[in-house]
């Protein structure tokens, strides 16, 4: 006989199921298991489920698994999760799908913005000065004074992962805490949305996959304009085509934007990853040991945006608009579909006087070769990568 298993739930934050060895029925069987092919966890199936005592003679009925995602799955993208027994021959997979569509946005309004430019980028990457190049057409609408720009799109994409996600009693709001006080500072996931704490039928999960995502994605993206709507009106400005906002390069925050505004314009704003590790260590005060590995993961997340781009997507080099400011502004405007505003070329200076970390933009360009030692630049063989992809020089 070969090991059987099935998995009985998946979700966003766990999957659920059971593993046997029907030969060994005392085994307790370790799986493996993979999101999108990359392993994030081990799982002992050694809990009890009632009805698996009469697997086969003999059988102890503890071949129950749990395992929650150490980060939950996005809701914008599809994930194929795999579970493999590390001793015997045996494989569970489940697919989950992304949320389903929403409806088009809302166009007319004399006062009302169609959309977003989504400025995305890791820290010290000089995303504050490529705001104020936005906020300077009067079509484009920023809200927030720098470097607090309002990310009212990122809150809710945020938001909107919450609210669609299955229970989790364990580790969110449980029905039982529903009108508790301290709740009154804390949303959780629905707690009502467990099929083994209140049951499930067929009609019910349709309803969860096809109606609350696409239902509270329309409403969030409602209140994100309306939002953006009394901005223009508080800043005069009237027919805006664009309303801008930052986020860093993680997916949920981004994704979540795409999934309520089909027409994003996102612009990915990069830098040498050696010069944003002296920034952040000049600025902050950030240790170096912190400072690589945090400016590792966003050059990883660029590099991922990167592989999947597509022309609603332009990669914009902070060295490039350092170096030539006027012409990278009239890409950026160009690839957003606007004539460019004549250019202040006192910007950049007043500025970099307030956030920059050297005596001038140009010379915080390369500052790596001065303010890092051979020892530290040994951190940064794991970066020739994304040096190589964006252009940057090895050594």
């Known amino acids: 006989m070969k090991p059987q298993g099935y998995i009985d739930e998946l979700t966003r934050f766990r999957v659920v199921g059971w593993a046997a060895d029907r030969d060994a029925p005392e085994r307790t069987l370790r799986l493996g298991v993979f999101v999108n092919g990359e392993g994030c ?16 003679p ?41 949320l389903g569509a929403i409806a088009a946005p809302r166009t007319d309004e004399v006062w009302r913005p169609h959309g977003p430019i989504l400025l995305t980028s890791g820290g010290r990457t000089g995303s504050t000065a490529i705001m104020e190049v936005l906020r300077a057409h009067p079509q484009i609408l920023v809200a927030g004074k720098p470097p607090y720009e309002v990310e009212m799109g990122c809150y809710y994409a945020y938001a909107l992962r919450a609210l669609t996600a299955t229970a989790n009693h364990e580790r969110s709001l449980r029905p039982d805490r529903v009108t508790d006080v301290e709740q009154a500072y804390h949303l959780g996931f629905n707690p009502y949305l467990d099929p083994f704490v209140f049951g499930s039928s067929p009609a019910v999960r349709q309803f969860q996959a096809a109606n609350i995502g696409p239902r509270v994605g329309e409403a969030f993206r409602g209140v994100i304009l309306d939002y953006y709507e009394t901005v223009a009106r508080a800043q005069e400005r009237k027919y805006p085509l664009f309303f801008a906002e930052k986020t860093l390069p993680e997916p949920d925050s981004r994704l979540g934007i795409r999934y309520m505004f089909r027409n994003t314009k996102e612009i990915v704003l990069v830098r040498d990853p050696r010069d944003v590790v002296c920034s952040f260590m000049k600025s902050g005060g950030v240790p170096f040991e912190q400072a690589v590995p ?22 914009l080099r902070y060295e ?4 030539d400011p006027q012409e990278t502004a009239a890409a950026l405007f160009r690839f957003v579909g606007l004539a460019p505003p004549a250019y202040d070329e006192g910007s950049m200076g007043r500025l970099f006087s307030g956030h920059g970390t050297s005596r001038s933009p140009v010379d915080s360009i390369g500052r790596w070769r001065r303010d890092l030692n051979a020892e530290q630049l040994r951190n940064f063989e794991g970066f020739q990568r994304f040096l190589g992809e964006f252009g940057y020089e090895l050594d």
């Not at 966890?41 to 086969?56: K, S, T």
């Not at 490039?320 to 170096?323: A, I, L, P, T």
């Open 320 to 323: 490039d608009f350092v170096r």
């Open 41 to 56: 966890a081990v799982v002992d199936a050694n809990r009890h489920r009632p009805g698996l005592e009469q697997l086969v």
């Open 58 to 98: 003999g059988a102890t009925g503890r071949y129950a698994f749990v395992c929650y995602f150490p980060v939950p799955l996005s809701p914008y993208r599809r994930h194929q999760v795999t579970l493999r027994a590390t001793d015997v021959d045996l494989t569970l997979t489940a697919e989950l799908p992304a």
């Open 294 to 315: 945090n400016t590792a993961n966003a050059m990883r997340r660029c590099l991922e945006i990167k592989a999947v781009a597509d022309d609603s997507v332009m990669f």
